[in-house]
């Protein structure tokens, strides 16, 4: 059988330039070296780094399999290492998505996010890898659902009979920290039951029924949940593997060109249009956002990755970009009226209980 290839992508926000912004080319650069080390050190087959906004984003394949310590401890080191030069620089936020102090065999609920997948490459692999900036995993559940679900969206469900038995989702309760697999068409009702709620129920995985194989893997981690209090937002990533059997690539893109209400916007804290960009333009500013999405197309040879390729960067999205914009101005015209404001037990890790505490004692209690 032929050997397994991983795909881990691992990010961090490490210092923003300028505020929330971006990252800082002497990042990106320090982060290169680091993995390039590893490439000759046969730790890792090949690795490219890249930003959303402030998002450090590593991506790279590997033959340890998911969740390897190695692996993990390779990604850690690299953002203690750029978060140095983060602060020699002045970055905003040096160091936010860090909240453990030492590496202890696994990034996860350390800070970073991470998606991963492990599978036997095909004769042609195409993949997409999502990452998105000011917002959070619950980002992903409706273009998701849309990919590998929904008919209306993605052909293949009723013409190729490699997809037509439909996919298993495997969703986290994020809260409970625990998950649950849903079948779909026939428990698609069930399905959206949960994952309707974006702040609480997040696709972690997408299988097809037919054979197990895994189409996709997203991020869920929620830093607020791990910190016990609002650090940032959570900037998820998505991997998605695309065509014979899976989602064309096409049909994959296809529900961003709806930019759908998120969590995040400014200080994470409001609802905003997630709006599909080029590499180049993902640098929310304005009420630091809209809140954006890249996609960076990779074909996998033996582990290589060979691109990107800027999916985003298309006028094909343009009408999508504009309409986010439109959303922006009307949703912002609420100020810190709900629903532009996330709601109040979204705002928990804010100034709210403060308020709360320091007026109890004016509150009247009605007859």
Known sequence: MPDKITLSVIKADIGGYVGHSSSHPQILKKAEERLDKARHKKLLVDFYVTHCGDDLELIMTHRKGTEDQE??????NTFVQCTEEAKKLKLYGAGQDLLKDAFSGNVKGMGPGIAEMEF??????????????KTSPGAWSM????MFADPFNTAGLIIDTNMHGGFVFEVMDIKENKTIRLSCPEEMYDLLAFIGSINRFMIKAVYRKSDGEIGAAASTDRLSLIAGKYVGKDDPVLIVRCQSGLPAVGEVLEPFAFPHLVEGFMRGSHHGPIMPVSFDQSTPSRFDGPPRVIAAGFQLADGRLIGPRDMFDDPGFDLARQKANEIADYIR??????????PMDEMEYTTMPDIMKKMEDRFQKLD
């Open 71 to 76: 692996v993990h401890e390779l990604a850690w």
């Open 120 to 133: 036997v490459e095909r004769k042609s692999e195409p993949i997409i890898i999502f990452m998105a900036d």
């Open 143 to 146: 273009p998701v659902f849309r």
């Open 333 to 342: 015209h609420h100020g810190p009226f709900e629903p532009h404001r996330l």
